[in-house]
């Protein structure tokens, strides 16, 4: 019997190392036109009015990347759980996030879709506002309420922190 | 919905601000499957096959005209999006698709697209691998074949084992000659 393997990772020469010396690998998607990262994000940004544009930067670097290579590296989505594993993050719950904390999103298939970072927690009377930083794939970089992501990227689920208190 | 309306759909900034936002293939390669736009020009082809023709003509000609030289193609989640129904409609002409942009550096989504059906062919190729028995007198002797073509037999296993490691390379041999290197 010959058994199918699954997607293997991506062949590719760059990788970053997390803190614990996992090897990760990186991927170089070719840098989108600055006109085109406009366009793209008045489109995005049309979709929600809450919505603000951080960064036009065409560098090619993802969600991932922001949060983990310090925007400087194309990192896939499918690798988050490990990074944060090995970087020695733990899951928290929503109502103990704090900025600085990382949120994940997942689609309807439960497959991790984005990464955010968390920048403002406000606390109401009944309600948190909570806003994230976050960049939408190869376009720019948004802040944006938790729940304000285009719906291709799914929904905020799981939460973490590498604080070394709660 | 006519042909060149979706055509319009899927290359329009709409269709490509929300496609683009992806942070790896996975994610990308699922919202393709589930896109509306994309389910509907599926559904055409099905029902007008010689439209085929046309989405394969649409690409070469959109691949042609990047607007932004020196960077991704602009209409790159479009092209990946052509790419992918003509994979459900018409393997033949994905193929010829394939074949163009394997190795192309500016159409990210399209590229990786290429390479994912490609490892997927090699793959289904390998599952095509048949195991092959053949019992002469008391010895009997199994094969694999190294893929679907059944180009090449090789031994796997010799019942009882004698330790023998014959490779048999050509399914023309007798099977009195696979017997003979076998022992």
Redesign the interface.
């Known amino acids: 019997m010959?058994l199918?393997?699954g997607?293997?990772p991506?062949k590719s020469q760059r990788v970053i190392y997390a803190r614990s010396g996992f090897r990760v690998p990186c991927e170089e998607?070719?840098?989108?036109?600055p006109?085109?990262m406009k366009?793209?994000a008045d489109?995005?940004m049309g979709?929600h009015g809450r919505i603000e544009l951080r960064s036009l930067s065409?560098y090619p670097y993802?969600?991932?990347g922001m949060i983990f290579a310090s925007r400087r590296e194309?990192i896939?989505?499918?690798y988050a759980y490990d990074l944060l594993r090995e970087d020695g993050y733990r899951q928290i719950p929503l109502d103990q996030v704090m900025i600085g904390d990382v949120v994940l999103y997942k689609?309807d298939?439960g497959?991790p879709?984005?990464?955010g970072i968390i920048i403002v927690k406000h606390a109401w009377n009944l309600t948190t506002d909570i806003k994230v930083m976050s960049?939408?794939?190869?376009?720019s970089e948004f802040i944006h309420f938790i729940e304000d992501v285009?719906p291709?990227?799914g929904r905020a689920s799981e939460y973490y922190t590498d604080r070394v208190w709660i | 919905m006519k042909l060149q309306d979706l055509f319009d759909q899927l290359e329009s900034?709409?269709f490509?601000?929300?496609?683009?936002?992806?942070?790896?293939?996975?994610?990308f390669y699922?919202?393709l499957q589930k896109d509306e736009l994309v389910q509907t020009l599926v559904s055409h082809l099905v029902a007008s096959p010689e439209s085929a023709r046309e989405v394969f003509k649409r690409f070469f000609h959109i691949l042609r005209n990047n607007?932004?030289p020196g960077?991704?193609?602009?209409d790159d989640v479009s092209l990946a999006a052509y790419l992918f129904v003509l994979y459900q409609v018409e393997p033949s002409l994905a193929h010829h698709v394939i074949s163009q942009v394997i190795e192309a550096?500016?159409i990210?989504w399209t590229r990786r697209l290429a390479q994912?059906i490609q490892?997927n062919e090699s793959?289904?190729t390998?599952?095509q691998?048949v195991e092959i028995t053949l019992q002469l007198s008391d010895i009997r002797l199994s094969f694999v074949t190294d893929s679907g073509a059944c180009h090449k037999l090789s031994l796997i296993k010799r019942t009882p084992y004698s330790g023998a490691n014959v490779s048999v390379p050509d399914t023309r041999n007798t099977a009195k000659e696979i017997y003979a290197k076998a022992i």
């Open positions: 010959v199918r393997l997607s293997q991506p998607p070719p840098p989108l036109a006109a085109k366009i793209n489109e995005l979709w065409n993802n969600c991932v194309w896939e989505i499918d689609d298939r497959q879709s984005h990464v960049k939408w794939g190869r376009d285009n291709n990227l | 900034v709409s490509q601000a929300n496609m683009s936002i992806f942070s790896g293939f996975s994610t699922y919202a607007p932004y960077y991704a193609h602009a550096e500016s990210w994912r490892e793959a289904e390998r599952m691998e």
